[in-house]
């Protein structure tokens, strides 16, 4: 039987502006598996990050605040610990590879030193023990020459050598989570896959769990076992990856995978969803999707009220009135044959 190391449940996280409150985050609920790969999906600024930085209890307060839910890691509600609490989890037993690691990274120190801080802390050896590991990090995440390597400073490596620093820093107190945070951004697509091979590599020699934040889905359909697609601060589907990629229930997961170019498809140009994602401070009434949306644009229902998160099939949910609402094979093929038809109108 599997084992839930991270359980979210009702998750809301806002920010005071001077324009108003942005809610960034707004009721998500996800669970993930020891040794599984999860993937959170979704355009820039729809709360991908935030959730994770949620997580880490790393959200500026003030402006930011965890409104309301639940984080309950390996059976402790994380939302309930105490600052001192928090950092014995924090880089210990949930480790976090950040977006761009030039900026993640101290310029000012050593790899070596930045690796044995870590090391140091938590794993309460001395600088001697420490430095030895931190020199075994960098050989096993593939840097040569690590003897040398760990007293270089972050601007004398390459991107791709800086991001192998950030995931031995992360791997180095053998956490129980790793949450890669777009781990390959501003990397050649040669290097982004070794990366992603290292960090697949690590969760299985560990029986480690990732949480891998991604608009990559190419990424996802190769790495992930789940699933759950984010829009404007909201999940609005959920399954396991396979699913997803093979028959999507919500449109914008539709336009998502219909935005991929694929080989031997001849096709002028690429499909893209129309508009723009609406901004946190003032969004539509109704399905946050419907003024994009082929189905619910001039739906009633769907720019009145915002559908919830709901079980459509066994493991499977969605936050669409379409999607939910049919019952029978005949009326799906039906919900399928009215997108076709809106797309081709409008292609």
């Not at 390996?74 to 014995?88: F, P, V």
């Not at 949480?211 to 990424?219: E, N, S, Y």
């Amino acid at each position: 039987m599997s084992e839930t190391i991270l359980k979210i449940d009702g998750l809301s996280v806002s920010f005071d502006t001077e324009d108003g409150v942005a809610k960034a985050v707004q009721d998500v609920s996800f669970s993930i598996e020891r040794g599984k790969t999860f993937a959170l999906v979704g355009e820039s600024g729809c709360g991908k990050s935030v959730t994770a930085m949620s997580i880490m209890r790393l959200i500026p307060q003030p402006p930011g605040k965890i409104v309301a839910g639940r984080i309950e890691f390996e059976g402790q509600n994380l939302l309930a610990l105490s600052d001192k609490k928090m950092r014995t989890v924090r880089g210990n037993r949930i480790a976090m590879i950040f977006q761009e690691p030039m900026t993640s990274l101290n310029p000012v120190y050593t790899v070596g030193n930045q690796i044995v801080e870590a090391i140091m802390l938590h794993q309460k050896k001395g600088h001697v023990e420490a430095w030895a590991d931190a020199v075994e990090l960098l050989r096993k995440v593939g840097i040569p020459e690590p003897q040398s390597r760990v007293s270089a400073y972050p601007h004398q490596m390459s991107g791709g050598m800086r991001q192998r620093v950030m995931i031995a820093i992360a791997m180095s107190c053998n956490p129980s989570l790793l949450i890669a945070d777009e781990p390959t951004t501003a990397l050649d697509v040669t290097i982004q896959a070794q990366i992603l091979d290292l960090i697949d590599e690590l969760r299985k020699q560990n029986n480690m769990s990732v949480l891998l934040i991604t608009h990559d889905l190419g990424v996802v359909a190769e790495r992930a076992e789940n699933v759950a697609v984010m829009y404007a601060s909201r999940i609005v589907e959920s399954s396991e990856a396979q699913d997803i990629f093979n028959r999507p229930l919500h449109p914008y997961t539709k336009g998502l995978l219909k935005s991929i170019p694929r080989l031997g498809v001849k096709s002028n140009r690429l499909e893209t969803i129309a508009g723009t994602v609406p901004n946190p401070l003032h969004f539509p009434s109704g399905c946050k999707f419907h003024p994009r949306c082929p189905l619910g644009h001039d739906d009633r229902r769907c720019q009145s009220v915002e559908p919830e998160l709901r079980e459509v099939e066994e493991g499977r949910c969605a936050a669409c009135w379409y999607a939910q609402g049919y019952e029978t094979k005949q009326e799906f093929n039906e919900y399928e044959s009215k997108y076709g038809e809106h797309k081709r109108k409008t292609a």
